[in-house]
């Protein structure tokens, strides 16, 4: 159930950043308040998780599919590069976060 929290934690770290991007400097209402509310609830959620998981192995487990995850929709969705060498650099995020999960945890 931990790992579950921390999974949904991510995805909502990949939320809370674009919602800031779009959000222009907390100059836009709606997208600030996105922004925040779903940083504190990934926040929270990554705590609880915090109960039973390594602080370690979790916090870069969190980060490393929240970058991924932030990555990807900036290529996606944003028209940012998606050079060969950022993909293998994803790719090594990646296969960072499933060996910290597969040993760490």
């Known amino acids: 159930m931990a790992w579950i929290l921390v999974l949904v934690a991510a995805l909502l770290e990949i939320v809370w950043a674009l919602a800031l991007k779009q959000a222009d400097g907390f100059s836009r209402l709606w997208p600030s308040v996105l922004g925040v509310t779903t940083a504190?609830?990934?926040f929270?959620?990554?705590s609880i998780a915090l109960r039973t998981l390594p602080v370690g192995t979790a916090y870069a487990v969190w980060v490393g599919l929240g970058?991924?995850?932030?990555a990807l929709a900036g290529?996606?969705?944003l028209g940012e590069?998606?050079?060969?060498?950022r993909l293998v650099c994803l790719m090594l995020?990646?296969?960072?976060v499933v060996g910290l999960r597969a040993t760490g945890g």
């Open 67 to 70: 970058a991924l995850g932030v």
């Open 81 to 85: 590069s998606a050079s060969a060498v």
């Open 44 to 46: 929270v959620l990554l």
């Open 40 to 42: 504190l609830l990934s």
């Open 75 to 77: 290529i996606l969705t």
């Open 93 to 96: 995020i990646l296969i960072g």
